[in-house]
Nanobody
Framework: QVQLVESGGGLVQAGGSLRLSCAASGPTFSTNTMAWFRQALGKEREFVAGISGSGDNSRYADSVKGRFTISRDNAKNTAYLQMNSLKPEDTAVYYC???????????????????WGQGTQVTVSS
């Protein structure tokens, strides 16, 4: 069992930055793929970025490429999402998730991920 707790969300002006953290408990975190998803009000949950267990494979949604960076520190059981040049359309609840069946592969489908955090709100004002 993996438990995930997100933090770092908040209100920021367009063009600003935030860093989200995802603290994990459980023995498999350091070996499994994890990802960030987001869900805006009235919209479906969408993939943002994902990273393999060792950190040598990553994947980004086109909408965040060049602005967001995913990373992980397995010694701290923590993953991060550095978000720069934020836009109002980035406003959403951001969730971290773990795919306990993947070690290198990074899936973009929410259904591939087994464990989810409760989410953290990110609001970008124009």
């Amino acid at each position: 069992q993996v438990q995930l707790v997100e933090s770092g969300g908040g209100l920021v002006q367009a063009g600003g930055s935030l860093r989200l953290s995802c603290a994990a408990s459980g023995p498999t975190f350091s070996t499994n793929t994890m990802a960030w998803f987001r869900q805006a009000l009235g919209k479906e949950r969408e993939f943002v970025a994902g990273i393999s267990g060792s950190g040598d494979n990553s994947r980004y949604a086109d909408s965040v490429k060049g602005r967001f960076t995913i990373s992980r520190d397995n010694a701290k059981n923590t993953a991060y999402l550095q978000m720069n040049s934020l836009k109002p359309e980035d406003t959403a609840v951001y969730y971290c998730a773990v795919d306990h069946r993947a070690y290198f592969r990074v899936e973009g489908r929410a259904g591939a991920y087994t464990f989810w955090g409760q989410g953290t709100q990110v609001t970008v004002s124009s």
